[in-house]
T-cell receptor, first 110, second 115 residues
Framework: DAKTTQPNSMESNEEEPVHLPCNHS???????IHWYRQLPSQGPEYVIH???SNVNNRMASLAIAEDRKSSTLILHRATLRDAAVYYC???????????FGGGTRLMVKP | NAGVMQNPRHLVRRRGQEARLRCSPM?????VYWYRQLPEEGLKFMVY????????ESGMPKERFSAEFPKEGPSILRIQQVVRGDSAAYFC?????????????FGDGTRLSIL
């Protein structure tokens, strides 16, 4: 199964943009790139997903490298409520299951 | 617009008892997934069900654990003869269709504590 690599933690200041990187050098051509986040004491929350083109939604933007070996989740203005663990997950192998790694713990400072 | 509903939110059982965790998917969703998060660990896939069928149970322990998603009613994750190591947060997710591009929508989990 293709794996993803993310930094263990990142810090950001409130109201500043945040760029969360993810490396997936063994991604296959049919793998979608998904991002979820998990706030304390809650279930994971879907953020965004894409295949080849950059994607935008009300929560975030997803920038996908041209060779698809890496991607970046962009939060345009971090708020305190964005403090969470962010997971980058490849979907496409072995059916519908999501394989969660360690994710990136984002801390937002006021 | 109700999301994925899990109950109970917290469940306490003594060793040897049975635990039943319930999950009602989002309206219109016929695909259900169960994940387990052990203390200080990441989420691990357990089982994937579609109405009345188990599609993939590769992450489910072979003994004491079972899951169902009947034609009517919620999906049930059942743990028989619970042991201390079963203490974890159990999350259910649902999606409307099969496909690797389908987002999964999660409930807030059931936190199971074994005394």
């Amino acid at each position: 199964d293709a794996k993803t690599t993310q930094p263990n933690s990142m810090e950001s200041n409130e109201e500043e943009p945040v760029h969360l990187p993810c490396n997936h050098s063994t991604i296959s051509g049919t793998d979608y790139i998904h991002w979820y986040r998990q706030l304390p004491s809650q279930g994971p929350e879907y953020v965004i997903h894409g295949l080849t083109s950059n994607v935008n939604n009300r929560m975030a933007s997803l920038a996908i490298a041209e060779d698809r070996k890496s991607s970046t989740l962009i939060l345009h203005r971090a708020t305190l409520r964005d403090a969470a663990v962010y997971y980058c997950i490849l979907g496409g192998n072995a059916g519908n299951m999501l394989t969660f790694g360690g994710g990136t713990r984002l801390m937002v400072k006021p | 617009n109700a999301g994925v509903m899990q109950n109970p939110r917290h469940l306490v059982r003594r060793r040897g008892q049975e635990a039943r965790l319930r999950c009602s998917p989002m309206k219109g969703h016929s695909h259900v997934y169960w994940y387990r998060q052990l203390p200080e660990e990441g989420l691990k896939f357990m089982v994937y069900l579609q109405k009345e069928n188990i599609i993939d149970e590769s992450g489910m322990p072979k003994e004491r654990f079972s899951a169902e998603f009947p034609k009517e009613g919620p999906s049930i994750l059942r743990i028989q003869q619970v042991v201390r190591g079963d203490s974890a947060a159990y999350f259910c997710a649902s999606s409307p269709q099969w496909g690797s591009n389908q987002p999964q929508h999660f409930g807030d989990g059931t936190r199971l504590s074994i005394l």
